[in-house]
């Protein structure tokens, strides 16, 4: 937390769902929050309901995938706001294909591209200024199936979360000594619109029963204002009503 009251955010995927509604949060909690995504009029859109509520906060286009546009992205943050004090992760993909039997490399590659590296090069473009700062956190969403391996979420997705949750630890064993964090925030069933990628997409009355984006809203908000002296290592929540929990292994309609 910047010692001196501003506190500048970088949320990734912040145009939809869960990183839209942990910008919200953390605008309302004071933070000065950058939003980036690929599309930049849903990032605009959020943008101006910050900014309603009497918030601040800024668009920028970005595609995670490429190392060189993350890390233009965090310069251009510090060059702008002079810091970086958290870094969401909240950019990810799934795709239909999501079984051996009709997976596609192609799907494969870009899972990987976004959810593992992308979340990579955001987290190496923050680095330099959190180390100058001596202070900093990072909040890595990945996913129940970063803990909990299932057949739904599909091969490449559950493998890309479970490295999330790795790569969270291994910075912070290496990164504490600088005063930084990390916390890998693993979500369970959310109703986001990327379940409309899923082959069976769940019903209304499913979803109301699914953790909602203000549910993750308020979480990141929560692990975000901590003093520097606590990390939160890993968050393992999930909806009350847990279809993973309820449902045979036969069902394939959740």
């Not at 930049?40 to 970005?62: N, P, R, S, Y």
Request: glycine letters at 8%; proline letters at 5%.
């Amino acid at each position: 937390m910047a010692k001196h009251g501003k506190r500048v955010a970088w949320v990734t995927g912040g145009g939809s769902g869960i990183g839209e509604a942990g910008a919200e949060a953390l605008a309302a909690d004071g933070w000065t929050v950058v939003v980036s995504g690929r599309r930049k009029d849903a990032l605009e859109t959020v943008v101006a309901k910050i900014a309603k509520a009497g918030g601040a906060a800024e668009a920028l286009a970005l595609d995670v995938s490429s190392a060189t546009d993350a890390q233009k992205a965090a310069d251009h943050i510090v060059a702008k706001h002079g810091r970086i004090d958290l870094l969401v992760n909240n950019a990810g993909i799934n795709v239909p294909k999501r079984s051996w039997k009709d997976m596609e490399l192609e799907g494969w590659d870009r899972l990987v591209q976004v959810n593992l590296n992308g979340v990579l090069y955001c987290m190496r473009a923050v680095l330099p200024t959190m180390r100058k700062q001596q202070d900093g956190s990072i909040i890595n969403v990945s996913s129940w199936a970063g803990r909990h391996v299932s057949k739904m979420p599909g091969p490449a997705y559950t493998t890309t979360k479970h490295a999330v949750l790795a790569l969270t630890h291994s910075f912070n064993m290496d990164e504490c000594v600088n005063g930084l964090r990390a916390c890998c925030l693993m979500p369970g069933e959310v109703a986001t619109p990327i379940l409309k990628l899923r082959p069976v997409v769940p019903s209304e009355e499913e979803q109301a029963k699914m953790l909602q984006s203000e549910d993750l809203g308020r979480t990141i908000a929560f692990i975000a204002s901590m003093p520097p002296r606590v990390c939160i290592n890993e968050l393992l929540i999930s909806p009350t009503h847990n279809r993973g929990f309820i449902q045979t292994p036969h069902n394939r309609d959740y």
